[in-house]
């Protein structure tokens, strides 16, 4: 498990934390969740981390906080309200922050149930029993209690390419199997709110790249295919542009608005860094004839492959409220975050190893081979 502790310490200047205090975390076995524990494990939170290890959690990505005594990790479902009704009791957390999910949308387009079972019936049990817990606080706990919800900017569907950025008053409009059930978490988590008072923050945020990303998403997949000299299946015309941040930048955003934001509010997270999906994977070839040459140039494995269905045209994310009210701002630029990501792909390629064997042959066997015919 050692490799995987290299070239993964992040800077945490600047941000301030409940000191001390313990935080709920959910999906923190996941790619971001992973990420925040690490990063609320060096400000000094005890974390209670809840997940259900499914293909997409992975506990080698803890392994820096092994033996950590203040890295607690319980194997289970936010669906179970009796386990939560338990931790809850047990560990008297100050805040909830909840990234369980399903968050593939290919595998929301093949398999949506799930979607629906964890994205929404999840969240709502995860609701159920954060307002039973917060209801029996003392009244100095109970305001300061959070319950920070972590959404997408999926939820508002799609622009065309002069039209504004999302805003946190875009209507929703979702698209696929999952930005629906996503958004339909957000509407669970409002409403807790508005009928019961529960003090939740929703957070909407941008496409994330980075490490511990699991290699079905776009940047990791194009990273493995093109050290593995496999095709670089770009999906329809490779003009889709997303808005790129690096997980370390959004893990930092989610601190300031569990510390600052105000209850009841939603805040977009974006990485100001809009990016066709074709730009993307020739960047990412650039950095890997230059780090790993073998296979140069990794361009010539870019392969046209049939589209999603629905496929969003673009996302584009307006955080002007996150950065004027809570003075964030991302730390990487999209240019020196890819790189670090490059790196740490290539500084790990034992956890890829682990993470791409068994059942995630089975899923490229199944998403690619249909796609063949572009
Ligand atoms: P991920 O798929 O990497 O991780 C999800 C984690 O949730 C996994 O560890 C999984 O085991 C766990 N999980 C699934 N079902 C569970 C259940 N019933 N109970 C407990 N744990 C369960 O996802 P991610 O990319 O880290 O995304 C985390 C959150 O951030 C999601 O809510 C997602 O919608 C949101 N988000 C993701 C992105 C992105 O670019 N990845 C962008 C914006 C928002
Ligand atoms: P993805 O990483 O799945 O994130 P999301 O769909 O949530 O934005 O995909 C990012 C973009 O890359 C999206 O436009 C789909 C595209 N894509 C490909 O072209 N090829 C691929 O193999 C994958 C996984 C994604």
């Known amino acids: 498990m050692h490799g995987f502790k290299k070239k993964h310490e992040e800077k945490n200047e600047g941000l301030k934390s409940m000191n001390g205090k313990t935080l709920l975390v959910t999906g923190g076995a996941g790619f971001i969740g992973s990420n925040f524990v690490l990063q609320s494990l060096a400000l000094d939170y005890t974390v209670v981390n809840l997940d259900l290890l499914t293909y997409a959690g992975n506990l080698e990505n803890l392994a820096s906080a092994e033996g950590n005594p203040k890295h607690i990790f319980v194997e289970g479902s936010i669906a179970d309200g009796d386990l939560l009704q338990r931790l809850l009791a047990e560990h008297k957390p100050a805040a909830i922050v909840h990234f369980a999910a399903e968050s593939h949308v290919d595998r929301s387009i093949t398999g949506p149930e799930a979607f629906v079972e964890t994205n929404v019936v999840g969240t709502f049990h995860l609701l159920q029993a954060g307002l039973a817990y917060w209801q029996a606080?003392?009244?100095?706990?109970?305001?300061?209690?959070?319950?920070?919800?972590?959404?997408?900017?999926?939820?508002y569907g799609s622009l065309g390419p002069n039209d504004p950025a999302f805003h946190e008053e875009t209507p929703y409009q979702p698209n696929s199997p999952y930005s629906a059930s996503k958004?339909?978490?957000?509407?669970?988590?409002?409403?807790?709110?508005?009928?019961?008072?529960?003090p939740v923050l929703t957070t909407n945020c941008s496409n994330n790249y980075g490490p511990f990303?699991?290699?079905?998403?776009?940047?990791?997949?194009?990273?493995?295919?093109?050290?593995?000299?496999?095709?670089?299946?770009?999906?329809?015309?490779?003009?889709?542009?997303?808005?790129?941040?690096?997980?370390?930048?959004?893990?930092?955003?989610?601190?300031?608005?569990?510390?600052?934001?105000?209850?009841?509010?939603?805040?977009?997270?974006?990485?100001?860094?809009?990016k066709k999906n074709l730009d993307v994977i020739h960047i990412l070839c650039g950095i890997l004839d230059e780090l790993h040459p073998e296979g140069k140039p990794h361009d010539q494995l870019i392969t046209y492959v049939k589209d999603r269905p629905g496929h969003d045209r673009r996302y584009a994310i307006d955080c002007r409220k996150l950065q004027g009210e809570l003075g964030w701002a991302p730390q990487q630029s999209f240019e020196s975050g890819i790189r670090k990501t490059v790196e740490w792909y290539l500084d790990n390629a034992e956890w890829v190893q682990h993470v791409t064997s068994g059942d995630y042959r089975k899923w490229v066997k199944a998403n690619y081979a249909e796609r063949s015919n572009a």
């Open 137 to 155: 606080l003392s009244k100095d706990d109970a305001t300061n209690f959070r319950f920070l919800h972590v959404s997408t900017d999926e939820v």
């Open 183 to 198: 958004a339909g978490s957000d509407h669970l988590v409002r409403a807790y709110f508005h009928t019961y008072g529960l």
């Open 213 to 274: 990303q699991f290699p079905e998403k776009l940047i990791p997949l194009m990273i493995h295919n093109a050290l593995n000299g496999k095709a670089l299946p770009v999906y329809g015309d490779g003009q889709n542009v997303r808005d790129w941040l690096y997980v370390g930048d959004h893990c930092r955003a989610i601190h300031e608005v569990l510390l600052r934001g105000r209850v009841g509010e939603t805040y977009n997270v974006g990485g100001l860094s809009e």
